[in-house]
């Protein structure tokens, strides 16, 4: 990469330098586009032109297919139940929890903080098998239910953490004012700490979706029959299937990326606002 | 509270008790002390496990992190200010995009790009590799696609982090008539240190619980050329329910999880 340095205006070292990342940009977009390209191939199309030619016409042939044999519209569903459940107890989950320990003082808050933040880096391996059984003793294995709560736990860890430090900021007065008008602690919290900390809250809420409809290590070993699974979970174990063609694979794997370029585009500005939110985690 | 000590605390307790144990996950565990502890010392499976593991640290945190520095002070002192920041933030959006796929999907999209019969990459470029399926390159295509998957989040991060720096300390450079390498190392690494920290570390942690990626795209094979500690311990637990074994490994990875944070978190302290 050339470098002109410092000198105003475009000249041809900042063209060179624009484009270099614009290839680089190319590159890096490359495998959506070939991956859309195939899906929508037919099978002799492919044969013929090889994974690199633009489709000829719009054949849903391939997706229908991929549908149809998983059911995949029931792994959506799944998948929606699961994160949105999860997104929204572990939103309110995290606000009592905070305003417990930032507003209501109590005792050794600091070192339960810290062991909220430490269970958060524990890798999930280490709680794996003990929950799988667990699970199986109480009737939960194998049910979406065991999932959503232990991932409404888990995200509600990081997220009290977060919010304990927010609302720690959380000017004092307003609360006063509000004990002196006779607000209990239970309306202060709806009535004035909500309302206010409603854009941390709400970053949170989709952070906690996007998360846990990403997550695939635990819903795999808890999710065992096929109308329980997840999106990820459904397709990374029909990943190396010998049955799936070159055009089934490619459409399997575009209606992977389509909810998940979706989120990022209907969530795009709370994320980009809230993005160095996620960089803690 | 409740919840967090039944659905965490006690069952990262149990693990570590189970990892003292012979057990198949059904009868009575066997206690063994520190057996399994003493055969994972010995197994020649883990230790690869865990250079896989610095490997993937590498494609994961280190690559990306310095990729994305340059990118990111490219994008924003440079492109940002002779073709506009639309023209940024459009190439942002294009470097971010894979981040937003959940890491499994990201496999199954990489499983066929590299397929060896079919795959888009062997036809680009006219060859007949088998990317994931040849012992000596399965590592090296793994990293390859992570560090795919991870470049964006530091460039989101880092150039997020220079909206911060104050705008003077750049112009008064560039009326010193510093150049662009030297405006990058003096100006732009210094004043976004904390962000370079955090995105170390967050990705070093992912790195080291990596999983997702290695269950689709190769588990952990061919052989284990491409085997890490969390697949590692997958397999004992329920493939070949050795669980105490499995546990002991899963309890190794989150002692070494939970040093790096700390020492981590000393230097950064010690940094300020």
């Known amino acids: ?281 | 509270m409740v919840l967090f000590l039944a659905v965490v605390v006690v069952p990262f307790l149990m693990n570590v008790a189970t990892s003292f144990t012979r057990w198949s996950g059904v009868g009575t565990p066997t206690w063994i002390g520190f057996d399994n502890y003493v055969k994972l010392a010995g197994d020649e499976r883990f230790w690869t496990s865990f250079q896989h593991n610095v490997a993937l640290i590498v494609a994961m945190a280190i690559l990306p992190t310095m990729l994305g520095l340059v990118l990111a002070a490219t994008l924003f002192d440079y492109i940002g200010k002779k073709f506009g920041t639309r023209t940024a933030a459009g190439l942002r959006a294009a470097f971010y995009l894979p981040q937003v796929l959940p890491v499994a999907v990201a496999g199954v999209v990489w499983g066929w790009m590299l397929h060896p019969s079919y795959g888009a990459v062997n036809e680009i470029f006219g060859l007949k590799v088998n990317w994931l399926g040849d012992p000596d390159v399965a590592l090296a295509s793994v990293m390859a696609i992570m560090v795919w998957f991870q470049l964006g989040y530091p460039v989101v991060i880092f150039m997020a982090g220079l909206q911060r720096v104050d705008p003077a300390l750049y112009e008064a450079a560039e009326i010193d008539g510093a150049s662009w390498g030297r405006r990058f190392w003096h100006i732009t690494v210094p004043q976004i240190r904390p962000e370079v920290y955090v995105v170390l570390l967050t990705c070093t942690i992912a790195a080291l619980k990596v999983f997702g990626p290695i269950f689709v795209l190769t588990r952990g094979g061919p052989g284990s050329a491409t085997m890490v500690p969390s697949y590692f311990s997958y397999l004992n637990f329920f493939q070949k329910v050795n669980v105490g074994y499995g546990s002991a490994i899963a309890t190794v990875l989150a002692l070494i999880i939970v040093v790096v944070t700390f020492l981590f978190l000393r230097v950064q302290e010690r940094d300020r």
């Open chain 1, 1 to 281: 990469m050339s470098r002109a340095a410092g000198r105003p205006g475009a000249g041809p070292g900042g063209w060179a330098v624009l484009a270099a990342l614009v290839v680089l940009a190319v590159v890096m977009l490359s495998p959506f586009v070939i991956v859309t390209f195939n899906a929508f191939k037919t099978p002799a199309e492919y044969a013929a032109g090889g994974p690199l030619t633009p489709p000829q016409g719009f054949h849903l042939d391939a997706i229908i297919d991929f549908w149809n044999r998983v059911a995949f519209g029931e792994k959506l569903w799944n998948s929606f139940v699961i994160s949105g459940t999860v997104a929204v107890a572990a939103v309110v989950l995290s606000v009592l929890n905070a305003y417990a320990l930032g507003i209501g003082r109590v005792r050794g808050r600091l070192w339960i903080l810290v062991l909220f933040l430490v269970a958060n880096t524990l890798p999930q391996e280490a709680l794996a098998y003990p929950l799988y059984y667990l699970s199986k003793e109480v009737g939960l294995y194998d049910s979406k239910l065991a999932v959503i709560l232990i991932f409404t736990v888990i995200q509600a860890a990081f997220g009290t953490y977060l919010l304990s430090a927010v609302l720690g900021q959380f000017p004092g007065e307003i609360l006063e004012a509000a004990s002196l008008d006779g607000a209990g602690r239970w309306r202060a919290l709806w009535t004035i700490v909500v309302p206010i900390s409603r854009p941390t809250l709400s970053v949170l809420l989709i952070f906690f979706f996007i998360w846990t409809w990403n997550e695939f290590f635990l819903p795999l070993i808890f999710l065992i029959s096929n109308d329980n699974q997840t999106v990820p979970v459904a397709l990374g174990v029909l990943q190396g299937e010998k049955m799936m063609d070159a055009t089934m694979s490619s459409a399997s794997a575009l209606l992977g990326i389509v909810p998940a370029v979706a989120f990022f585009l209907i969530f795009q500005r709370t994320l980009t606002r809230g993005i160095t939110v996620g960089a803690i985690k």
